[in-house]
């Protein structure tokens, strides 16, 4: 990194790319006032932002320094630069208290592609358009031209969601001037991408600090990417056996359907019952108990059965999320231990989840933070045996009326509860001597989340092959938090959302399956209404072709756990974008529904309905498909793709290539 600076024009450099420049008349900062209205249901928030100043700031005065310079700005703020090697850290003080939204400008290339942001499902290159950063509910369809997303805007309370809506933003880019930029603030934050001569950052305080790295290729920046935020650890090696099956219905059911499916030939390594706590009927659908103990009615003598189930090699994963709902027996227990948020007046502050409430445990009391870990993660979880579970919410922090133990505004931190609650679960596992043996999976996200979150997956799909909610969003989901040091991410098998006749298909089951024997975890879902929606176990045919499936995953497992353990080395995903591997290529650069798993093979599954073929790129090198083990060199090829053969290729010259070709010989057509 290098500072410049000619009278009042000054730049920030690395490598030979200008990534910040100011003088008077093209500000880098604007500063203003605003109020914003925010309205929340259900985990779905309207955000609406009143400006009532917003002005630029000149650098009045330039001091440099040994280690960077010192900025003023009219005397409304101060921006230290730190420089060591390749990184800039460039630290505010704000002199004027009536601040608080901040605009920042970064010097931006007409051809430079962005990724990151968090979890983002409808874009992978951020170039273009805009991302409001706030973890919500993501919506239903997520396209505002469609039906289902009108109906659930109309009939849900706004809750059809739009391209930007995630369960994990984060404020962090990768650009491809080699760098990355991390704005060190978790208040809701606009990174607009849009303009060609730079990309300007709204943040609704003025942040602590903006940190700049850059590196001379994106590999390299990845690992110090992850070397700041901290890394995800290594899967344990149970998942690596088989198939997850998300099953429910209590005993009977779930170990019935268990064995029903072993006895068809597919191979399972854990056995998902999310209702493991009990289950209530809403108008969404089957929802479960937020009680989070096992339900001695539906699940009598869990952990004899948990014992009897790790004798077969097989574990058993459950359900919990941060809040507790008010009819249950440990929302009682906390009450008496207060440890939940409250309203201004001290009463209790319930979250409406769908038509039943629920106390939100708060997280920024150690106290309450101890007693959750200890009290529910550890011993009602842990302590009789379960493997791993949904780690799921973190969103719904609420912001209107809501005291916190720490004494911090919610705006602030409702993008720092998914972290909070991440480590929770990570403190909780790791105190009990169990990290590297119990998984947990995460959809919500923050800052923090690479260290915390041993599994992220992609949320709550529709059930369909829709673009901005379907099939095809999970592969950007991977893509882009692996950009940003999340590199392990599953999704549902089949997708989750099914309302308004939206219902699942063997076609799109069988093409999420086949997609998903080439991720890090394979795990079923039976849906929010599983008697309406086509399940596995009905079906010969598909139990046929799952275990077919479920057997390429694990004869996959010796090259899976070196891209896992890479991922935990080096911050480097198993889902990968081309452009890492093939940074000269420029057709590697746009292709976000095809991906590198590791850098011997890649991946193109079919993310639309009543495909049987499916166009490619190939970058430089020979490579081979894996179903036909026919060469094919580089450039854009069409290959075959019918049902259960998602296109595959692996890199002739790959120390891997004998376990390649072992696949391909057992299961090619």
């Not at 909780?428 to 996200?445: D, N, T």
């Not at 369909?464 to 938090?481: K, N, R, W, Y």
């Not at 995903?573 to 590791?598: I, K, N, S, T």
Request: glycine letters at 10%; hydrophobic letters at 35%.
């Amino acid at each position: 990194m290098k500072f410049g600076k000619n009278g009042s024009e000054w730049f920030l450099s690395a490598g030979g790319e200008t990534i910040l420049s100011g003088r008077d008349d093209k500000p880098v900062i604007y500063v203003g006032c605003g109020k914003e209205t925010v309205d929340m249901y259900r985990g779905n928030f309207k955000i609406e932002d009143y400006v009532t100043e917003r002005r630029p700031l000149k650098a009045t005065g330039i001091t440099e320094t040994a280690g960077g310079a010192v900025l003023d700005f009219e005397g409304q703020l101060e921006m230290e630069i730190r420089i060591k090697d390749d990184l800039a850290e460039c630290y505010f003080t704000c002199k004027n208290p009536d601040i608080n939204r901040f605009w920042f400008r970064v010097d931006a290339k007409k051809d430079e592609s962005c990724y990151g942001c968090g979890e983002q499902m409808s874009y992978f290159n951020l170039r273009g358009r805009h991302f409001p950063l706030w973890t919500s509910e993501p919506g239903v369809g997520r396209d505002k031209t469609t039906y289902v997303t009108w109906r659930s805007d109309v009939e849900n309370g706004g809750a059809g969601g739009d391209y930007y809506n995630t369960n994990y933003p984060e404020p962090t880019y990768v650009s491809t001037k080699h760098y990355y930029l991390h704005v060190d603030s978790t208040a809701y934050a606009d990174f607009d991408f849009r303009n060609e001569e730079f990309h300007e950052l709204q943040i609704w305080q003025v942040p602590s600090m903006i940190r700049i790295e850059a590196a001379p290729d994106y590999l390299t920046l990845l690992e110090r990417l992850s070397a700041y935020f901290g890394r995800q650890p290594e899967l344990p090696e149970w998942v690596y056996n088989g198939l997850i099956v998300g099953l429910q219905g209590g005993n009977e059911r779930s170990f019935g359907l268990l064995q029903k499916t072993l006895d068809h030939g597919i191979k399972v390594s854990g056995l998902w019952c999310q209702d493991w706590c009990g289950k209530r009927v809403t108008s969404f659908g089957k929802r479960l108990q937020w009680d989070w103990h096992f339900h001695k009615e539906m699940y009598p003598e869990l952990p004899k059965h948990i014992e009897e189930l790790h004798k077969r090699g097989i574990r058993f994963l459950g359900y919990i999320n941060p809040y507790l709902v008010n009819d249950g027996e440990l929302y009682k227990e906390g009450r008496e231990k207060g440890v939940f948020a409250t309203k201004a007046d001290g009463s209790d502050y319930l979250v409406d989840f769908g038509e039943f409430d629920c106390g939100v445990v708060d997280l920024t009391n150690p106290e309450a933070f101890e007693w959750f870990k200890n009290r529910v993660i550890k011993e009602c979880s842990i302590d009789i045996g379960i493997d791993g579970w949904m780690a799921d919410f973190g969103e719904y922090l609420p912001t209107d009326d809501i005291v916190l133990h720490n004494g911090v505004s919610p705006m602030i931190e409702h993008n720092r509860w998914p972290a909070r609650w991440a480590q929770c679960n990570y403190e909780a596992v790791k105190e009990s001597g169990r990290l590297g043996e119990i998984v947990y999976f995460m959809r919500a996200g923050g800052t923090g989340n690479q260290r915390y979150c041993t599994l992220m997956w992609a949320g709550d799909q529709s059930v369909d092959f829709s673009i901005h909610d379907g099939l095809g969003t999970v592969i950007c989901a991977a893509l882009s938090s692996g950009m940003i040091g999340c590199g392990l991410s599953h999704s549902d098998i089949g997708g989750y959302t099914s309302l308004f006749g939206n219902t699942r298909t063997k076609e799109l089951f069988l093409r999420w399956a086949e997609m998903a024997a080439f991720t890090p975890v394979m795990r079923t879902h039976e849906g929010n209404r599983p008697e309406e929606n086509f399940q596995y176990y009905e079906d010969e045919d598909c139990m046929k072709q799952l275990a077919r499936l479920v057997d390429v995953y694990t004869m996959l497992a010796p090259y899976m756990k070196t891209l896992v353990a890479e991922n935990a080395k080096k911050g480097i995903p198993v889902q990968r974008p081309m452009f890492l591997h093939y940074e000269d290529d420029a057709a590697c650069y746009d292709l976000q529904y095809q991906y590198m798993l590791g850098r011997d093979m890649i991946v193109a599954p079919v993310y639309l309905s009543e495909q049987t073929e499916r166009e490619l790129y190939l970058p430089e090198g020979e490579w081979i498909h894996l179903w036909t083990g026919k060469p094919y060199g580089k450039g854009t090829a069409t290959v075959p793709a019918p049902l259960g053969d998602t296109p595959v290729f692996y890199r002739r010259d790959s120390e891997f290539a004998e376990l390649f070709a072992a696949i391909g010989a057992k299961h090619g057509k």
